[in-house]
């Protein structure tokens, strides 16, 4: 069973969203595999004139239990590193960014 963790940010500085979507990409969507992330893949969303810029990070485990793991073991050191590089771009706590994580079990399908 895969195990599936979501992390969606939303943006109103389009120069914050471009810096931070280049560090997930060249930096932090690496670290959480070398720390137990099957695979992942980053989607910027496409997003009406005037709305928040959207990217969201989705994570592959082979299993909850693998995520708990990581959880408990990297989680907290990789959330202080993206805490960190916000701050280097001039977001301050509470402020300049929106994040709602979510986790679940990915569902098998077959076409019909």
């Not at 389009?14 to 992942?40: E, I, M, N, P, S």
């Not at 990070?57 to 959880?71: I, L, T, W």
């Not at 907290?76 to 001039?90: D, M, N, Y």
Request: charged share 25%; aromatic share 10%.
């Amino acid at each position: 069973m895969i195990y599936s963790y979501v992390v969606r940010c939303s943006f109103e500085d389009a120069r914050v969203y471009d810096a931070y979507v280049g560090w997930l990409r060249d930096a932090h969507t690496g670290d959480v595999c070398t720390c137990g992330a099957r695979d992942a893949d980053l989607l910027v969303m496409d997003v009406a004139p005037g709305e928040p810029f959207v990217v969201e990070s989705h994570y592959r485990f082979v299993s909850r239990d693998a995520f708990e793991k990581y959880e408990r073991e990297h989680a907290p050191r990789l959330h202080q590193q993206c805490l960190t590089e916000l701050a280097r771009l001039g977001v301050e706590p509470g402020r300049g960014v929106n994040m709602h994580l979510a986790t679940g079990k990915a569902l098998a399908w077959r076409r019909q």
